[in-house]
């Protein structure tokens, strides 16, 4: 299995409250990236990064921003939760020398 | 912007019987990969496909890439309940690693 962790595990917080969310990997993998799955959406993109400091939006960026300041680390925060943003959450990496992405378990935000 | 579309999005079988799953775009993709995920996980790589007609085969699924490389199929022959869980197709634009993800296939297969 890949070296992809995730912090918190569950989390539930108060609209308006700042939230960050971490992952980390002990594969040296180039790319990592965060989803969230919500019923009936399969994963969408929020925001990936292509090297420390490298980073761009996805699909779903809005309310959402990221930071890489080394490569194993990638923190994705919501600077003021809102409901909309209960979701769980995954992390995933790629080596870039291929098209594998190796997700986390997963974080459970729900946003009260 | 990019799209795949899945069908069907919910399927439930008794084991043994036959099913595909289909993941459609508008768009030529370079590759395309497929997912399985399980309740409380992240999705595990099943395959992926890069040579449009390739058919790539993992016991009892059968995945196919389609000859433009605009669709991709899954064939899943004598299903069983460990098949059971939510299938996604993947893909990025040509020369990019900035993924999207299909809206899933969620199977029950039914002892």
């Known amino acids: 299995d890949a070296g992809i962790t995730q912090s918190p595990r569950h989390k539930v917080t108060e609209t308006g409250t700042p939230v960050t969310l971490r992952c980390h990997q002990t594969?040296?993998?180039?790319?990592m990236y965060w989803y969230r799955q919500d019923p009936g959406h399969g994963l969408r993109l929020i925001h990936y990064?292509?090297?420390?400091?490298?980073?761009d939006k996805g699909e779903v960026s809005d309310g959402y921003s990221v930071s890489r300041s080394k490569t194993e680390d990638f923190l994705l925060t919501l600077e003021s939760a809102t409901s909309s943003q209960t979701s769980v959450y995954f992390c995933?990496?790629?080596?870039?020398?291929?098209?594998?992405?190796?997700f986390g378990p997963g974080t459970r935000l729900t946003v009260l | 912007t990019q799209l795949l579309e899945q069908s069907p999005q919910f399927l439930s079988i008794q084991e043994g019987e036959n099913l595909t799953v289909y993941c459609n775009s508008s768009s030529v993709f370079s590759s395309l990969q497929w997912y399985r995920q399980e309740p409380g996980e992240g999705p595990v790589l099943l395959v992926t496909?890069?040579?449009?007609?390739e058919v790539k085969k993992l016991k009892r699924l059968t995945f196919q890439f389609g000859d433009a490389r605009k669709d991709s199929s899954l064939h899943i022959t004598a299903a069983q309940p460990g098949d059971t869980g939510l299938y996604l197709c993947a893909g990025a634009p040509s020369g990019t690693y900035k993924y999207i993800f299909g809206t899933g296939t969620r199977l029950k297969v039914l002892a």
């Open positions: 496909v890069v040579t449009g007609g």
């Open positions: 990064s292509y090297g420390v400091k490298d980073t």
């Open positions: 594969e040296n993998h180039r790319y």
């Open positions: 995933a990496i790629n080596s870039g020398r291929t098209d594998t992405q190796y």
